[in-house]
């Protein structure tokens, strides 16, 4: 008799000890991915004006980029001199990432690159940012440059499809072309 009530018992504790587990792992991932996007706001916040960028050594890097079906990553801003130096900062991004909305350029995100031949050599396993791991691009790809890691945080643009995916689509590139660039450069410069 004691068999048959010490196994169904077990099996409870052992249910509420694997639920607990699961439900304090997702809390902590949560935890990380908000310590990240403050991060993100913090060290970012500062380009939300693209003459910021600029004069920090963002330059504009292939327009604007739509997505393969729905939502898009925005217009990048890239500072080459931090993707090509192969380390991984919470607070130095390697792109800002604009959407167009009324002639001016919002910043809503950011995006961290690193080049995968340089990552590959001095490291086992993809790159990871506060818990969040990168995604792999290999080459030839849309951007015409060699394979590379990449993480898109989502800081200033809620995604519903995550904040560190890389499509949104709350982001457009409807409204993006070449004269909302003249616009947005008119604008700052008066």
Not at 21 to 31: E, F, G
Not at 68 to 89: K, T
Not at 101 to 119: F, K, P, S, T
Request: glycine fraction near 8%; proline fraction near 5%; hydrophobic fraction near 40%.
């Amino acid at each position: 008799m004691k068999r048959k009530i010490l196994l169904p018992v077990s099996l409870i504790v052992l249910s509420i000890f694997t639920l607990t587990s699961v439900a304090l792992a997702s809390s902590q991932r949560a935890q990380a991915g908000d310590t990240l996007v403050a991060a993100v706001r913090q060290a970012a916040g500062q380009y939300r004006n693209v003459e910021a960028a600029e004069a920090a050594g963002y330059g504009l890097f292939h327009g604007c980029v739509s997505g393969p079906q729905e939502g898009a990553m925005g217009v990048h801003y890239v500072n080459g001199d931090l993707v090509g130096d192969d380390e991984i900062d919470a607070l130095q991004p390697e792109a800002l990432i604009y959407e167009s909305r009324g002639g001016h350029l919002q910043l809503v995100g950011v995006e961290y690159v690193v080049l995968a031949e340089a990552w590959d050599a001095s490291h086992e396993t993809p790159p990871s940012l506060m818990g969040q791991v990168f995604h792999y691009v290999g080459a030839p790809n849309r951007y015409r440059i060699p394979a590379f890691y990449e993480l898109h945080v989502w800081a200033w643009k809620q995604n519903p499809s995550g904040m560190f995916t890389d499509w949104n689509p709350r982001v457009s590139c409807e409204e993006y072309t070449d004269s909302a660039q003249v616009a947005e450069e008119h604008h700052s410069n008066p």
